[in-house]
């Protein structure tokens, strides 16, 4: 069955009050910006929906998977649109319907209606009431279930009437581009990614960094981490990839610093060069991967000290997650395959053999005292020379 257009349900932007038109028109730009490589399509908004109407011939696979990556969208439900809603003929088109749709009709249903016309001579319920019974005359081997039906029948009256009983899940969240800019630290692992992709579910845009360490690091794993940003902008839309060379300020750090005290100080450094960098994009905060406990540098302890070196908000969504619900959203958004590849980044190509897991701020500083004069140019060489590399999804 060719579907012709496709109702798009939102849910949490029906929450935003008067700003809803703002949430909707980024939604409706977003969703125009998704399909434009399959075809030509026509994106209206009317009373709490969104419609996509198919104006040339189109993939329907296509279209569907590229529709469950706008963020925002909480179900996509392929429409058949008619313009003549007489009960007369709209009995006969949802007839007609169920007729394509269904190979076997012997499911148990119920018919729920909507009508947000209401000048039409017959209630919701009515309607309801009167499709079904004509349903069950034309195919005998239904039944009727209101409780818990196989199948929904769902006719929404409007200016026009559309008929559908399929919603696809649609990933939720909210627009892209609704929520500021954030600055992610990317690396080639499995937790960033996955919170870059977070982030950017709750509108904000995404913007990266990733700290390249040759010849440490290889050309591969540089490569890597352009391919995860490219698969995380399947769903945020293109993202600005800050590729910063980080070899010496890493070598200044393990020549003149304690080693149990190595990735705190790394990192510490990696949130300035961050910060600096969001700021000179018109950005208000950071994003990283880290999650609880996960590793030394990631406990209570060693967070508090990192997040000290910052003077805007660190987010960090995977936070309370253990590392199975990580890997089950990297999974599902496509990059945990491509973060187990086994090119290695800078974080682990230093990382200490005994690192302290309770780090003091004060002795962390008295450490980092060491290197002043040596890492200021250093650092500014690092973020003067940062390459960036525009990544977007693959189609």
Do not use: W
Not at 231 to 257: E, K, P, T, W
Not at 338 to 362: G, M, N, Q, R, W
């Amino acid at each position: 069955m060719q579907y012709k257009a496709f109702m798009i349900k939102y849910a949490e932007i029906g929450t935003k009050g008067k700003n809803r038109y703002i949430f909707e028109d980024i939604l409706c730009k977003n969703i125009n910006r998704k399909l434009k490589p399959y075809g030509d399509f026509y994106i209206r908004k009317e009373q709490g929906r969104i419609f996509v109407e198919c104006k040339s011939d189109y993939d329907y696979e296509d279209v569907v998977n590229a529709l469950g990556k706008v963020f925002g969208i909480v179900g996509i439900c392929p429409v058949v649109v008619e313009e003549n809603t007489e009960f007369e003929n709209l009995k006969q088109k949802v007839i007609d319907y169920v007729e394509k749709a269904y190979d076997r009709k012997n499911f148990t249903f119920k018919v729920f209606t909507r009508r947000n016309d209401k000048t039409y001579p017959m209630t919701s319920m009515e309607v309801s009431a009167e499709l079904g019974h004509f349903l069950l005359e034309a195919f005998p081997d239904l039944a009727v279930d209101v409780h818990s039906p196989q199948e929904i029948i769902n006719v929404e009256i409007r200016k026009v009437a559309y008929i559908y009983s399929i919603t696809i899940p649609g990933p939720g969240g909210l627009p892209v581009g609704t929520n500021g800019r954030g600055m992610a630290l990317l690396s080639g692992g499995i937790d960033s990614p996955v919170a870059a992709y977070m982030i950017a579910k709750r509108g904000v845009v995404v913007e990266a960094v990733y700290f390249h360490a040759p010849p440490f690091t290889s050309e591969r794993a540089k490569q890597k981490v352009i391919d995860l940003a490219c698969l995380v902008a399947d769903y945020s839309g293109a993202i600005r990839l800050h590729v910063v060379n980080f070899a010496d300020v890493q070598m200044a750090i393990y020549d003149n610093c304690p080693h149990e005290e190595l990735t705190i100080i790394m990192k510490r450094y990696m949130i300035k060069i961050a910060e600096e960098l969001a700021e000179k994009n018109d950005c208000q905060c950071t994003i990283t991967g880290e999650s609880i406990g996960q590793v030394s540098s990631q406990t209570v302890f060693s967070l508090n000290v990192i997040n000290q070196v910052s003077t805007m908000p660190v987010f960090r969504p995977c936070i309370g997650m253990d590392k199975q619900e990580i890997v089950d959203i990297s999974e599902k958004i496509g990059t945990y395959e491509t973060s187990i590849l086994p090119y290695e980044d800078c974080c682990t190509t230093f990382v200490a053999k005994h690192p302290v897991t309770h780090p003091v701020l004060s002795a962390i500083e008295k450490s980092e005292a060491k290197l002043t004069g040596i890492i200021e140019p250093l650092y500014r060489k690092a973020v003067d020379t940062a390459e960036v590399v525009m990544c977007r999804a693959k189609q």
